[in-house]
């Protein structure tokens, strides 16, 4: 037997006859896999299940708790996705380049983590400004941000780069490792508790699999070299999957991004600009645009370099990239609305006539 409280399970939800526990630590298609206290099972969606959720977002995730039909001799069957306590979410473009995109839905990468490890390498691929928009989204998500900067043997001194991200984000936990050489890793010894679970989040290539490799104590995933001319990694995660680590920490490990796209991301916007926004009340004008408009607050803070120019460009950027989502994506959920208030109409009219009768 497994007690699943070592994956986090707090029994708050009342069973339902003949359903059992699990949580979904593996995803390959359209089979889970899920450890309950019976053991793992592979398991598929129950036929009802794909009628009752609203959206793709619904659906089973890694890290997901579920209650299923036991099956000891095949798949068992996925009935409820339990609530989930934070989420990880990006925009899914349907293959589209951002600015061609007819609709844009949400991809729910990982739930039910506690901290969301960002890891970007100290190689040529550096960005500051994309650990920016992942933060962003992870302000978002309901986990505790922690930025990873790995492969620090790289660079002859990495103490310049890693003031840089601290400089830029001075709240949020900053640490520079190696997992070879295992430099740093003591470091997270407070984020690795038992039945805590960690997200790892980051592009092709920047170490993901080392460090869950450091960690794990031995070699669970399969690690390649990064291009040489550009720093840029190759997939090598291919899918989501959850793994234990020997200190009783849950890792979700996930694959590569070559971009983020940010979602549902007014929160996580607010969160990461509040010394911007701190600007918009002493405006002039309640409706003030921040462009010509007379006695503009962030216009004077930009002239006289109280707001820097660099940090209201990242506003902006971030900003006009959620409006952009939240119109493509608006447009699927007013239809979903739509098609479920013609459905119920339907199924009134339905019963209506059929007393008629």
């Known amino acids: 037997m497994i007690d699943l409280k070592t994956y986090g399970y707090t029994e708050s939800e009342k069973l339902q006859d003949g359903l059992v526990p699990g949580r979904v630590t593996e995803l390959r298609r359209e089979r889970f896999t899920v450890v309950t206290e019976r053991g793992e ?9 794909y009628h009752d959720a609203d959206k793709r977002s619904d659906f089973p995730c890694v890290g997901d708790f579920v209650l299923l039909q036991h099956n000891g001799s095949g798949d068992s069957l996925i009935a409820t996705v339990l609530p989930r306590r934070s989420k990880f979410s990006r925009a899914d473009y349907s293959g589209h380049a951002a600015g061609y995109a007819k609709t844009i839905r949400e991809q729910v990468v990982a739930t ?12 040529l691929d550096f960005n ?10 992870v302000r978002q ?32 936990p900053v640490h520079a490792i190696c997992s070879h050489t295992r430099l740093g890793l003591d470091e997270l010894a407070p984020y690795l508790m038992p039945g805590k679970t960690a997200v790892f989040l980051g592009m ?7 460090l869950l490799n450091a960690l794990m104590e031995q070699d669970v995933m399969k690690v390649q070299a990064i291009r040489e001319v550009d720093s840029r990694g190759r997939h090598t995660t291919t899918h989501r999957q959850l793994f234990m680590l020997p200190t009783g920490t849950m890792v979700i490990d996930t694959p590569g991004m070559r971009e983020l796209g940010l979602f549902d991301a007014a929160e996580g916007i607010h969160a990461s600009f509040g ?19 007379p006695g503009c607050a962030v216009l004077a803070a930009l002239a006289e370099g109280s707001l820097p120019r660099e940090r209201w460009e990242h506003y902006l950027t971030q900003q006009h990239e959620h ?24 199924k009134q009219t339905k019963k209506i006539g059929g007393w008629k009768k």
């Open 141 to 172: 998500s309901g986990g505790q941000p922690v930025v990873i900067l790995t492969k620090a043997d790289l660079v002859e001194d990495y103490t310049p780069l890693l003031a840089e991200v601290i400089h830029n984000i001075p709240d949020v």
């Open 323 to 346: 409006q952009y989502v939240q119109d493509k994506s608006g447009y699927l959920i007013d239809k979903r609305a739509r098609n479920k208030t013609l459905a119920m109409q339907s």
């Open 41 to 49: 099972v592979t398991a598929v969606l129950k036929g009802a299940f």
């Open 204 to 210: 092709s290539g920047v170490g993901k699999s080392s």
């Open 275 to 293: 010394d911007v926004e701190e600007w918009f009340p002493k405006c002039r004008f309640a409706d003030c645009r921040h462009e010509t408009e």
């Open 128 to 137: 500051v400004t994309r650990i920016m928009r992942y933060l962003t989204q």
């Open 112 to 123: 039910n983590f506690d901290y969301v490890f960002i890891v970007t390498s100290l190689n």
